[in-house]
């Protein structure tokens, strides 16, 4: 033990071996002309000395404690170029690397300063990197980095950092910086060697996102970084906790729907707000009072005469419903889901606290579905994304409550969009006849869902007849949705009661699938495919014969 400690090196000799350190390392030279004459076995061996013989507090203390930092930036900046450089493979597996010892080297240097230094060690780190001008050589950044982040340095203080960074960039002008270092941030985002982060530490890059996409010009340059702000923005999200992905979706959906900007940015920057919706989930009791709160915000904003705003709260409050179980186009446009027939469609389970909030929210969600059916049901990609939200209402919570609820909302649509004689629509005026086919399709497709999910006799029976009476005289009121129609001479396109729901006969069939208890019908299995490989991974028979098995 007293020969370890008379190993240890005073602060005197400390700071000789950093001055001998500098000079080996050529770091008053420029950078252009630095690496041939850097002495690199002689530089890494006094290095290897000091990190492993300096008392931490030492190195602490020393005024020389950043050029060692320094020095160590500019060894493991080669071995990176070297790396990265080496024309092939085979020399790097036989011959050993320049500067190998360099990573090692500076990430010892690196714990002897964290954390007690952290701060001071990651602003001398990007100082290097600016001072050398390595922002453009983004490779080298991104392995310098995540070498930091390997030690495990706070990746909340180095995103800190990096945005601090970028902004000097945008005050300064210099978009190509900007770009560059947006490149490195979304490069080094890699979760294993990144803490969960909290929301607001994001609000700053969300600033800059948001204004990146309300410029609306090509011509402004921050304009042109939006891409970047996204990417950098989606990363980041996915590393928020439960909690903290709550309290992001409150800071953003006021950005997203309450400021002002045009269509098409709006719909730009719905995009992220759609991601980050996608990752949270309503199915934590303890999250109730937030959900509850997310869900009415986007519920009011539903009922917008905006067609932006009332297309995109649908859209986020789909992937807030969604557990991400049924392929994003399964319920992409209205179709019929015929009874025999099988879809890859996972029904949700555990629904005890969706069904909740699906129950504090029912009146309000049938009052501003009936409004957005009355603004906007003229545009088909309105018509889909409302039959998607109801698709995914019916996955996620299929239960009793949640058809019926279903159910009377849409026999009020089909009531206010019937037409009588060709004469103008109930409640509604100066929508196409081409529309009102679209509405009656979309309430089909719902239904016909709806029959497929339960699978009880008598429910399935009287949908059916409804289809099969429309597809012999009116199949413009059936899936799928269509641009313009055509009609033959034999197809109606007045109001006959036996092509459209009745209360009563639907009400029966609900009333004998959930009271009575019918019996249900059993689902039907996946077909195996005669391809070469099935959906199980295994051999078709044809193969097997070739391979002899």
Aim: hydrophobic share 40%; proline share 5%; glycine share 4%.
């Amino acid at each position: 033990m007293e020969a370890n400690k008379r190993k240890k090196l005073t602060p005197a000799k400390t700071r000789r071996l950093a001055d001998k350190l500098k000079t080996a390392c050529a770091i008053y030279l420029d950078p252009t002309i630095r690496s041939p004459n850097i002495q690199r076995e002689k530089a890494l061996k006094v290095l290897r000395k000091i990190v492993r013989r300096s008392p931490r507090d030492v190195i602490q203390y020393i005024p020389e404690r950043d050029a060692i930092l320094e020095c160590s930036l500019v060894l493991v900046q080669n071995y990176v170029a070297h790396i990265r450089l080496r024309p092939s493979a085979f020399g790097r597996h036989f011959r050993k690397e320049p500067f190998s010892d360099a990573k090692a080297l500076f990430q010892g240097v690196i714990n002897l300063l964290i954390p007690e230094l952290q701060d001071e060690v990651i602003d001398t780190i990007l100082a290097f990197l600016q001072t050398e001008n390595l922002w453009k050589v983004e490779f080298i950044c991104v392995e310098i980095l995540l070498f930091v982040l390997e030690c495990h340095s706070p990746s909340a203080l180095v995103l800190s950092k990096l945005i601090d960074q970028i902004e000097r960039f945008l005050g300064a002008s210099d978009v190509g910086q900007v770009r560059h270092v947006l490149s490195v941030l979304q490069n080094v985002t890699v979760p294993q060697h990144w803490d969960m982060l909290e929301y607001s530490e994001l609000s700053k890059l969300l600033r800059f996102y948001h204004s990146s996409v309300t410029i609306g010009t090509s011509r402004n340059q921050i304009y042109e970084l939006r891409r970047g702000f996204e990417r950098c923005l989606k990363n980041l999200i996915a590393l928020l906790s439960m909690w903290d992905l709550y309290g992001f979706c409150i800071t953003v959906l006021p950005l997203a729907f309450d400021t002002e900007m045009s269509d098409e940015a709006r719909i730009e920057f719905g995009s992220t707000v759609e991601y980050a919706a996608s990752k949270v989930s309503l199915y934590s009791p303890s999250c109730f009072p937030s959900a509850s709160l997310v869900v009415e915000y986007l519920l009011r904003h539903i009922a917008s005469e905006d067609a932006t705003r009332c297309i995109l709260a649908c859209k986020v409050l789909s992937k807030l419903l969604d557990r991400g179980l049924n392929e994003p186009g399964q319920f992409q446009s209205p179709k019929v889901f015929h009874i025999d027939t099988y879809y890859p469609i996972a029904l949700a389970t555990d629904v005890a606290t969706l069904r909740r909030l699906f129950i504090a929210h029912r009146v309000l969600l049938e009052q501003v579905l009936l409004q957005a059916f009355d603004h906007h049901s003229h545009r088909q990609m309105h018509l889909e994304v409302f039959y998607q939200l109801l698709c995914t209402l019916l996955v996620e919570i299929p239960d009793g409550f949640t058809d019926a609820a279903v159910v009377c909302m849409l026999l009020e649509v089909q009531k206010r969009f019937q037409c009588i004689r060709n004469e103008p629509l109930k409640h509604s005026t100066n929508i196409a006849t081409e529309s009102s086919n679209r509405i009656h399709a979309t309430i089909m497709a719902v239904m016909t869902l709806i029959s497929w999910i339960e699978r009880t006799g008598s429910l399935n029976e009287y949908v059916t007849r409804i289809l099969k009476a429309r597809y012999d005289t009116a199949p413009h009121l059936n899936p799928p949705l269509r641009e313009r129609y055509t009609y033959a001479p034999h197809h109606v396109s007045w109001y006959e009661k036996d092509l459209f729901f009745d209360k009563l006969e639907i009400r029966f069939g609900l009333w004998k699938c959930f009271r009575i208890g019918e019996p249900k019908m059993p689902r039907p299995l996946r077909k195996r495919t005669n391809s070469n490989t099935d959906r199980r991974g295994r051999l078709s028979g044809t193969l097997k014969l070739i391979a002899g098995i």
